[in-house]
Nanobody, 127 residues
Framework: EVQLVESGGGLVQTGGSLRLSCAASGFTFAFDDYAIGWFRQAPGKEREFVGAINGRDGGLFYGDSVKGRFTVSTDNAKNTVYLQMNSLKPEDTGVYYC??????????????????WGQGTQVTVSS
């Protein structure tokens, strides 16, 4: 079965940078048959789309709140997806999750469209 493990979270100051990793294993199909998404959730708030990559065509998608600051990338040889976060703001604070699902038609952007989830990693940005 598919397993996803996030790492790299921590405490940073406003304006700082952080790089999250999502290590994937147990894929039934090829790694590039999947879309990998990043989501975040702050206490008392709904889960928010951050970014995603479509393994089939390499297409990248970002939520409006992080465009220009965050970048999703992959290392296919390692079955790992990264989230580079720059110019961090206090409102970026939350638990960050990576998720995976097989691509059917296009890149899924909603949490309910993803079948596999990691355990999450905490990101805290101090003001």
């Amino acid at each position: 079965e598919v397993q996803l493990v996030e790492s790299g979270g921590g405490l940073v100051q406003t304006g700082g940078s952080l790089r999250l990793s999502c290590a994937a294993s147990g894929f039934t199909f090829a790694f590039d048959d999947y879309a990998i998404g990043w989501f975040r959730q702050a206490p008392g708030k709904e889960r928010e789309f951050v970014g995603a990559i479509n393994g089939r065509d390499g297409g990248l998608f970002y939520g409006d709140s992080v465009k220009g600051r965050f970048t999703v990338s992959t290392d296919n040889a390692k079955n790992t997806v990264y989230l580079q976060m720059n110019s961090l703001k206090p409102e970026d604070t939350g638990v960050y999750y990576c998720a995976a699902t097989l691509v059917v038609l296009n890149t899924p952007l909603l949490p309910l469209q993803y079948d596999y989830w990691g355990q999450g990693t905490q990101v805290t940005v101090s003001s």
